[in-house]
T-cell receptor, first 114, second 111 residues
Framework: SAVISQKPSRDICQRGTSLTIQCQVD?????MFWYRQQPGQSLTLIAT?????????ESGFVIDKFPISRPNLTFSTLTVSNMSPEDSSIYLC???????????FGPGTRLTVT | QQQVKQSPQSLIVQKGGIPIINCAYE??????FPWYQQFPGKGPALLIA?????SEKKEGRFTISFNKSAKQFSLHIMDSQPGDSATYFC??????????FGEGTQLTVNP
């Protein structure tokens, strides 16, 4: 299994600002993903973080709003740009191997935009 | 398009009961079916997973039953305990790629 940490664990931000969330995996993983989860709801995939290249975004999510970096196999960042109250959510990072399919999640970052 | 449908939305059982959560999928290319357990304020934790070449898998008190022809799979929790109270998500993926999640089931196990 992989142990995944995220920073910050929570933040309160003002409208119009940006927040960068960091995700660190304790072992090399092939795949890294970013999800969003509204309280009481399921997980929605934002994008697949690709090492050394542009992330692959799901429908409804764009790079200008959610730029993602993945400089190596164990680290990725997600930036939530020009935030509005609608961006208030829990953001989760996951990592796994394409061989086995298992994915492990970080503890999440709880974002509140005022 | 929702490709994994989960039911029920919520479930209440007494301690020692056997809650059953069901999921149905549409994409026959899916080859990996995990279940996640999530406690409030925590990230989802991988609980148990199955692949379509087997019909059942047990790990401790947790069992997955898989019906490939019906495109359905379910989670059974034997001898449920209050500590099992959490939200459970089924999911599916193919080729080790992105997970598609069900809507989630909030389980409450009463003492």
């Amino acid at each position: 299994s992989a142990v995944i940490s995220q920073k910050p664990s929570r933040d309160i931000c003002q409208r119009g600002t940006s927040l960068t969330i960091q995700c660190q995996v304790d072992s090399q993983v092939t795949m890294m993903f970013w999800y969003r989860q509204q309280p009481g709801q399921s997980l929605t995939l934002i994008a697949t973080a690709n090492q050394g290249s542009e992330a692959t975004y799901e429908s409804g999510f764009v790079i200008d709003k959610f730029p993602i970096s993945r400089p190596n196999l164990t680290f990725s960042t997600l930036t939530v740009s020009n935030m509005s109250p609608e961006d208030s959510s829990i953001y989760l990072c996951s990592g796994g191997t394409s061989l086995g399919g298992e994915q492990y999640f970080g503890p999440g970052t709880r974002l509140t935009v005022t | 398009q929702q490709q994994v449908k989960q039911s029920p939305q919520s479930l209440i059982v007494q301690k020692g009961g056997i809650p059953i959560i069901n999921c149905a999928y549409e994409n026959t290319a899916f080859d990996y079916f995990p279940w996640y357990q999530q406690f409030p304020g925590k990230g989802p934790a991988l609980l148990i997973a199955i692949r379509p070449d087997v019909s059942e898998k047990k790990e401790g008190r947790f069992t997955i039953s898989f019906n490939k022809s019906a495109k359905q799979f379910s989670l059974h929790i034997m001898d449920s305990q209050p500590g099992d109270s959490a939200t459970y998500f089924c999911a599916a993926s193919f080729g080790g790629s992105r997970l598609t999640f069900g809507e989630g089931t909030q389980l409450t196990v009463n003492p």
